[in-house]
């Protein structure tokens, strides 16, 4: 990957090139970000130790294209002369990119739950967190097609789906939180009230991807 290198006065041609490429870039990144997401599923919910340990060089990988990314649409507004809707389109990258660098490190941040949580037994409360994660997940794809498509409902319907990540995270973290009797020690439990936030972190971030993309085609805020 790199950076864009503008000539003084572009032309409006290359400038949309330009835009399309960050544009490219972006879903690049955003694939790293699912492949880190799976593998954090993975670790956590398939006790996969060797997909926890891919985590920290993806996650290096998503970092390359956050500032790499971050510089292009900083190079593009004060090099060139982007319309309204150009402005658009970079602001809403740059503020996107945040969002998936992001999700990346909370995936990070899973992986390294799983392996703290490897010798423990398995928690009943597991099969619920791992629908929690699979709707997360769903919310991450929705966003980046939408951003492909440029599709505003697709980007606003992913509200409905953070709904039902919240209502997960609250009846976890009662469970978790008034759990009584805890036989041994209560590491486990705090490790999965961390998961679980960590879930419904990546699940809000995943949601402002989607009104961002909004931001992109209407230029209303939401």
Same mark, same amino acid.
């Given at each position: 990957?790199?950076?864009?290198?503008?000539?003084? *006065?572009?032309?409006? =041609?290359?400038?949309?090139?330009?835009?399309?490429?960050?544009?490219?870039?972006?879903?690049?990144?955003?694939?790293?970000?699912?492949?880190?997401?799976?593998?954090?599923?993975?670790?956590?919910?398939?006790? *996969?130790?060797?997909?926890?340990?891919?985590?920290?060089?993806?996650?290096?990988?998503?970092?390359?294209?956050?500032?790499?990314?971050?510089?292009?649409?900083?190079?593009? +507004?004060?090099?060139?002369?982007? =319309?309204?809707?150009?402005?658009?389109?970079?602001?809403?990258? +740059?503020?996107?990119?945040?969002?998936?660098?992001?999700?990346? #490190?909370?995936?990070?941040?899973?992986?390294?739950?799983?392996?703290?949580?490897?010798?423990?037994?398995?928690?009943?409360?597991?099969?619920?967190?791992?629908?929690?994660?699979?709707?997360?997940?769903? +919310?991450?794809? =929705?966003?980046?097609?939408?951003?492909?498509?440029?599709?505003?409902?697709?980007?606003?319907?992913?509200?409905?789906? #953070? #709904?039902?990540?919240?209502?997960?995270?609250?009846?976890?973290? *009662?469970?978790?939180?008034?759990?009584?009797?805890?036989?041994?020690?209560?590491?486990?439990?705090?490790?999965?009230?961390?998961?679980?936030?960590?879930?419904?972190? +990546?699940?809000?971030?995943?949601? *402002?991807?989607?009104?961002?993309?909004?931001?992109?085609?209407?230029?209303?805020?939401?």
């Amino acid at each position: 990957m790199k950076a864009i290198v503008y000539p003084p *006065n572009p032309d409006p =041609t290359q400038l949309a090139r330009a835009i399309r490429r960050l544009e490219r870039d972006v879903l690049r990144m955003g694939a790293l970000v699912e492949q880190s997401f799976r593998l954090s599923h993975q670790a956590l919910f398939a006790r *996969n130790l060797t997909a926890a340990e891919e985590l920290p060089q993806l996650d290096k990988k998503i970092d390359r294209f956050y500032r790499q990314i971050e510089s292009d649409c900083t190079a593009i +507004m004060t090099l060139q002369a982007p =319309t309204a809707q150009d402005l658009r389109h970079l602001s809403a990258f +740059m503020q996107l990119v945040r969002d998936l660098e992001r999700i990346g #490190d909370y995936a990070e941040d899973l992986a390294d739950i799983a392996i703290k949580l490897f010798p423990y037994p398995p928690h009943a409360s597991l099969p619920e967190i791992a629908v929690m994660s699979h709707h997360a997940q769903a +919310m991450l794809a =929705t966003s980046l097609v939408a951003l492909a498509d440029l599709d505003e409902a697709g980007g606003r319907s992913i509200q409905h789906l #953070d #709904d039902a990540v919240d209502n997960a995270y609250e009846r976890l973290y *009662n469970t978790l939180a008034f759990q009584k009797d805890v036989p041994g020690v209560v590491e486990p439990i705090v490790l999965l009230a961390l998961a679980i936030r960590c879930l419904e972190r +990546m699940a809000d971030h995943a949601t *402002n991807i989607g009104q961002r993309v909004a931001y992109i085609v209407t230029g209303q805020r939401y």
